[in-house]
Every structure is written in structure tokens, then in C-alpha cells.
């Protein structure tokens, strides 16, 4: 039976024990649940409430249609020997092209969504759809596959370091697609078909959009689960970090270094284990011993401090015993509320440590109140969210138990709940800068001031090849607020001229990403614990000749930033990420889809990162329908072809669009 409820804007459908609702969500766009027996209001996904739109809902028989803009939802009964179930289709409003379809898994048995009951109204969850020869798919998060179209691959959806599940993708076949449910699952994008699957959920929900050109897609699904903030100006500058400076005079004793040498900086990172205990959230008064007058010099030195805050709770905190008594920890299934292994301050050997759990209100003011006094009301004002899948040992969401509810619903949303804690509390304070460093997020992380950071990556070429990809991956995911650890995070000899030459070639892409910023467990390594500090990390640890190089980076920089906030003020608004896929520019050119070692800054500068050692020349795609001029050279060239472009030591081949208004300061 197919309805039209709600003052005719709402098509549902009944067949059997299954309801399936279609019904408008922002511009162009459509959101469907289904489940069994009825629709649940109170199950978390990503969307916001949506903008009101003109629709257009019709019934009759066994077939309706739901027209929101330029997209049309057709929703068809469709008989088959085992019964009927309902199909959905998504067609462009204008010309009836099909964008996306629901497919049967067999012709006999079953139909498009499959319920396996796992008792007490959960159950394993699927929704398939057709495939499409020639589709590529992009977003889906960051992944370290080392690939930009996603087509052909399976992906788990669940959160780990340096793997963030964000279950939105843009296709080249003109439409957006969101997964709108924080389940443990997986997603498989095969030639024969897509399958999405939760592995123990209530009900289905997913949301689709469509635009012209990929721009628009990006534009809708920022609507649909919030537009970032305005990124600070200070934040467009450089960020200086190593594993962990162990003092405040060690941390000091850096930055008046970086400006003794005139070299620009922002922000400097003060990392783990500068705290009393895990879950104390302040810090160890005998390494630091005034955190006011640290904060107070590094003000006057015009460089801001990012503190490390983890979001797990040692049984030897202070804070444990009150969090774990008024429920504010995660709870789980079997066993003790423990999550992790961790080796704290003054324990000789591993013990086991919790959550919190952000999904609860009160655990989210409760961690705040502690951030506030002893941090924010010291100073401090920039954040890093380490840890923040979160980093459970062994890897079973399904084994946790939430606030909003079981592990295996609602674990990918962690991340994001983590980041509203902090931004909750900072907006309450009056202040409206919100920067958190987050190593996870989920759909709707942007909207709390989330700046994603890939993780605990290798310090290897294959792995900033694989940098690339990833980030481009991520902007497309809706997450504008992107970096990396600039040389790789595990290992890298400083005294090495190979290494050398990979830190190099690194900073010189970072300059071009959203977020320019040093990191890294150098050599030598020590054992992980409260006493290592890891190899230095500074921008003078590698040589005079490197150095040189670097600095020129570091200067680069600085003279694109007013360029790069601009990028971040339409990202602000409009949706649309600063560092970008060529698809995104120029949609009609098939193989600006293809290219996935360039990227766009903005709409009118095109980088070419240098991705192999020893590399002089590297071959470089300049889009067509424009010409390019050499930003070091000034040489132009037409687009539409491939050209061989010099690599010398201290650049990377960049363009400029013709007719492009910014200056750029190469």
C-alpha cells in the first residue's frame, strides 16, 4: 500500500511487515528509512534539520514518485514468485536520467533490503543498489588503500587510526549518497553491484542529492550536516609538533628558537603524557610547572598552544571513580567498563583504561568542566582530540554499550560527539574560535570545528602517495579541515639524507593542504611510556641543506594565505573544500576524473605534489577549457594536455588559471 502523509509532502510504503518513507531533505535532495512495523524518530544519523522545499507527491496503485527539485524519487510494488517489496529509484526531475536504484539481491528472494534478526528489534542490515559500468566513486572518508576513486573496493565502516569512516560519496554518475547511520558495517562497491551493511541496527536511512556539477552535491550535503566555521586566521599558518616535548621550558626553548630565527610559526603542540594522570585533564605541575606564563610569552611571541586532550579515563585519574559511579563512562556488554591497555604515570606496567562516553550530555559536561578550569581558564584555546575513534583494544565496538545506544548502532559516532563536547563548551564561554585536531570524525564532524588529521601514518613514500589520495577523499567527504603528519608519523632518521629529501618533498605539499603541520615519532624510538620523547623533530633536525628548503616552504606559505582563507571562507559557506579533486573544477573533462596525484587549491591553483625520490621532471595533466601559467616560471600552456614539468630540488610544479584575480606570491 503506498500513502501520501504529512499535507501531501511524505510517500510511504507498506508491504508486509515493512514501511518505507521517502520524504524531502533540503534542495535536491530525499532522505528514505525503512524498517519493520514502523519508523523510529529517535535513532542518531547525521542530518540536520533540513531548509523547507516545494514539493510534488503522487499515488496511485502500486507505484509513487516524490519530485523535490531537480531529483524525482519513483518508488514501485514489484511482484516477484516470494511476494512483492517496494524498489526505489532516483531519476533527474528534468530528463528522467537515472541517477541511483535499488536492486534486488536474486530474483527469487530477497528484495533490495534484507532483516536478519538479531533479537530484541535489532537485526543485520542490507540495501543494495544496480551498478553502472564506468561509475567512479570518491569520498567515504580517509582510507590508506592509496586510491581516490573508491569503485571495486570493500570498506569497513567503523572508525580506526588513520581509517575515519565518513559514509558519504559523490558519484560521477551526478549524485551525492549518505549512509545516514553510525553502525559498524561495511560498504561493497563491486562491479555486480553496492551493498551497504549494518551489522546490528533497527532500521535503514540514507539520504541522496543531485546538482548539476559536483560542486553543487558538496554545496547540498554541507546544508544537509552542517557548514564548518570560519577557519582563524592564525590557524592558516604553520604548526610545529614532535612526539612530545616533555617540559614547558623544553617547549619554550623551541619557540623562542623558531623566532630567533625569524622562521614563521603559529601554533606549537603540547602532546600526551603532560598530564598528572590519563582522565585528569590538566597539567603535571612538575614539567609544567606555570602553564599562565608559558601561554602568556607564547602570546607575546604572536604563537598560540594546542594541547593534547585524550578522551580515556585511567582507574588511577581522580576523575575515575565519580565517572564511572554516575554512568558518564562507556559501558559494555560483558565484562568490565575497560577499554584499552595503557602504561600510566607512576604504574610500571600496562593497566586496563575507559571512555567517556560523549553521547551522554552530562559526560560531555563533565569532561568540559575539567578541560575549562584546567586548561581553558589558563589560556588555552587550540585542541587535539587524539585517540578519538576511540582507540579501543581489541577493536569490538559491538562489545561497548552507549548513552544513545548499542556499540554496533552507534559506535562511528564518536568522534563527532567528542568534537561537540568541546565545541558545546567553547561557544558557551562566548567564544566562536573553534579548532580541534581530531584523529577520527564522522558525517557532521565539520560542523563542530573538526580539523582531521590522517593518523599514525608510515614515514615512507608510498605512504605521501597515498597522503594525496586520502585528503582529496576526505575534502570530497565534507571534511574542508584537513593535514597531515608533514614526513610521516612512525620513524624517519633525521641524520638521513634519504629521509632528508622525503621531509622535504613533504613540506612542500603541505604547504598547498588546508593545514600546514609538522609531526612525527623520530628516531631514535624509545619504548612506548611516560618517559619517551621521541627524535627531534624541529625544522633545523635536518640539515642546513634541508632547512633551506624547508624555510622556503614555511615562507611560501605565508604569502598564500590570504588566498588560503578565502578558499576557507567559501568553504565556510558555499560547502565546497579548499583542496580539491580536478573533477571538482572541471566536471566535463573525463580525465580531470581520472587524475589522482594533483589537486586544485581553490579554483585556480593546481598543485602537482613530487611523489618519487630522486625525481627531476614529473609529468602533470593541465584540465582543459582554460590555460595554465608556470607559477615559478611564468611559461603558459593550454589545457586539455599532458606536459613534462622540472622538479628541481626546491619546488613543486604549481599553475595558475588563467584570468585567475588572486595574486599569489610565488
Partial sequence: ???????????????????????????????????????????????????????????????????????????EIAPSDTGDSALVRFVRSGTGEELLAEQRAHFWWPGARLYTSDGNGYARLEQRFAAHPGERIYGLGQHTHGRLDQKGMVLDLVQRNAEVSIPFLLSNRGYGFLWNMPSVGRVELAENGTRWVADSARQLDYWVTTASEPSGILANYADATGHTPMLPEWAAGFWQSKLRYRTQEELL???????????????????????????????????????????????????????????????????????????????????????????????GTRLPVAFYDPTNPAARKFVWDKVKRNYYDKGVRVWWLDASEPEIQPGHPQNLRFHTGAGAEVANLYPREHARAFHEGIRAEGDDEVVLLCRSAWAGSQRYGAALWSGDIAATWDS????????????????????????GFHGGDP??????????????????????????????????????????????????????????????????????????????????????????????????????????????????????PGSMSRTVYL????????????????????????????????????????PFGF
Wanted: negative net charge; proline residues 9%.
Fill in 623 to 662: 584540465p582543459h577549457g582554460t590555460d595554465w601559467t608556470d607559477a615559478w616560471t611564468g611559461d603558459t600552456h593550454h589545457g586539455g594536455q599532458a606536459i613534462t614539468a622540472d622538479t628541481p630540488p626546491n619546488r613543486i610544479p604549481a599553475y595558475v588559471r588563467a584570468g585567475a584575480p588572486h
Fill in 253 to 347: 626553548a623551541v619557540a623562542r628558537e623558531h623566532k630567533r630565527r625569524g622562521l614563521p610559526i603559529s601554533v606549537i603542540v603540547t602532546d600526551f603524557f603532560h598530564w598528572t594522570h590519563l582522565g585528569d585533564w590538566r597539567f603535571d605541575p612538575a614539567d609544567w610547572p606555570d602553564p599562565e606564563a608559558m601561554i602568556r610569552e607564547l602570546d607575546e611571541l604572536g604563537i598560540r598552544l594546542m594541547v593534547s586532550i585524550w578522551p580515556s579515563v585511567s582507574p588511577l585519574s581522580e576523575n575515575y571513580e565519580t565517572m564511572l559511579d554516575d554512568g558518564l563512562l562507556i559501558a559494555t556488554e560483558q565484562g568490565m567498563p575497560f577499554h584499552a591497555p595503557w602504561k600510566d604515570k607512576g604504574f
Fill in 495 to 612: 641524520d638521513s639524507p634519504a629521509y632528508r629529501e622525503l621531509m622535504v618533498r613533504w613540506f612542500q605539499y603541505g604547504v598547498f593542504c588546508p593545514l600546514f603541520r609538522l609531526h612525527g615519532h623520530r628516531d631514535p624510538r624509545t619504548e612506548f611510556g611516560p618517559d619517551m620523547e621521541g627524535g627531534p623533530n624541529e625544522v633545523w633536525s635536518y640539515g642546513e641543506e634541508a632547512l633551506g628548503l624547508i624555510e622556503e616552504s614555511l615562507r611560501l606559505r605565508e604569502r598564500l594565505r590570504p588566498y588560503l582563507l578565502a578558499q576557507m571562507r567559501v568553504a565556510h559557506e558555499q560547502g565546497i573544500p579548499p583542496m580539491r579533486p580536478l573533477f571538482l573544477g572541471f566536471p566535463g573533462d573525463e580525465r580531470a576524473w581520472e587524475t589522482d596525484d594533483e589537486f586544485l587549491l581553490g579554483p585556480d591553483l593546481l598543485v602537482a605534489p613530487v611523489l618519487s
Fill in 464 to 487: 605521501l602517495r597515498a597522503q594525496v589520495r586520502a585528503g582529496l577523499n576526505v575534502a570530497v567527504s565534507g571534511i574542508p579541515w584537513w593535514t597531515t603528519d608533514i614526513g
Fill in 1 to 75: 500500500m503506498i500513502t501520501i502523509r504529512e499535507d501531501g509532502r511524505v510517500l510511504e510504503v507498506r508491504v508486509q511487515h515493512e514501511v518505507l518513507r521517502v520524504e524531502p531533505w533540503g534542495p535536491d535532495s530525499l532522505r528514505v528509512r525503512a524498517g519493520q512495523h514502523t519508523i523510529l524518530d529517535d535513532v542518531p544519523g547525521a542530518l540536520v534539520p533540513p531548509k523547507p522545499v516545494a514539493v510534488t507527491v503522487t499515488a496511485e496503485d502500486r507505484t509513487g514518485t516524490i519530485v523535490n527539485g531537480a531529483l524525482t524519487a519513483i518508488v
